[in-house]
């Protein structure tokens, strides 16, 4: 069965430093990846796309990695800040079904100043 | 502009009742999803409208979830004969439409349903 996995314990890093999150699949061949952020009682809020045929995609502070050799997606978070605490969404899509996202189960960030 | 609304954004209901819930997109969106979400878990796909049709309904856990949209803009999901397994936050999305150029979707804040 299709599977995503995203480290469950929360990633606890100090303001500054570079926060790397990862998220593997299985079973799964996906034209495309999305991370999003969400806060505690709070919807999901898109932050980067990249497509299967794309290496690496940037904005602003954010870099994410798509390697689907291995099956895999990084995201990094440079020069953190406390307000980048939050929970961080890997969402998978595929072409049998343009609307339809599978998500991970999301990784905790928490930024210490 | 307005973000994607839902109503109610709670609500507490009794094992066996009907319940509905509303989502409201962003207006021009043409792609609206229904997702939902347990404590510690990302969001589970239900089903997704792609205008007045149902693209794919192939996450509604079973016939007691029915789900319409019938002038391609606000949906209203339903649960018949709820269960306390039920209980869980309920995510509405939209985006321009769906596709890969059009993946980005924006989400409302949920309704937290809660069956006793």
């Known amino acids: 069965s299709q599977k995503i996995e995203q480290n469950s314990e929360a990633l606890n890093i100090q303001e500054g430093k570079t926060a790397t999150l990862t998220c593997n699949y299985t079973?799964?061949?996906?034209?495309?990846l999305q991370w999003y952020r969400q806060d505690p009682g709070r919807g999901p809020v898109f932050l980067l796309l990249i497509r299967e045929n794309e290496k690496e995609k940037r904005k602003e502070r954010l870099k994410v990695t798509f390697d689907t050799t291995l099956k895999q997606s990084l995201f990094h978070i440079t020069a953190s800040q406390p307000a980048d605490s939050a929970t961080y969404l890997c969402?998978?899509?595929?072409?049998?079904?343009?609307?339809?996202?599978?998500f991970g189960a999301g990784t905790q960030v928490v930024v210490t100043p | 502009g307005a973000g994607v609304s839902q109503t109610p954004s709670n609500k507490v209901t009794e094992k066996g009742k009907y319940v509905e819930l509303r989502c409201d997109p962003i207006s021009g969106h043409t792609a609206l999803y229904w997702y939902r979400q347990s404590l510690g878990q990302g969001p589970e796909f239900l089903i997704y409208f792609q205008g007045t049709g149902a693209a794919d309904d192939s996450g509604l856990p079973n016939d007691r979830f029915f789900a319409v949209r019938p002038e391609g803009s606000v949906s209203t999901l339903k649960i018949q004969r709820t269960e306390r397994g039920d209980s869980a936050v309920y995510l509405c999305a939209s985006s321009l439409r769906a596709g890969q150029g059009h993946g980005e979707q924006y989400f409302g804040p949920g309704t937290r349903l809660t069956v006793t």
């Open positions: 969402a998978l899509g595929s072409t049998d079904s343009w609307g339809k996202l599978q």
């Open positions: 079973n799964y061949s996906p034209a495309y």
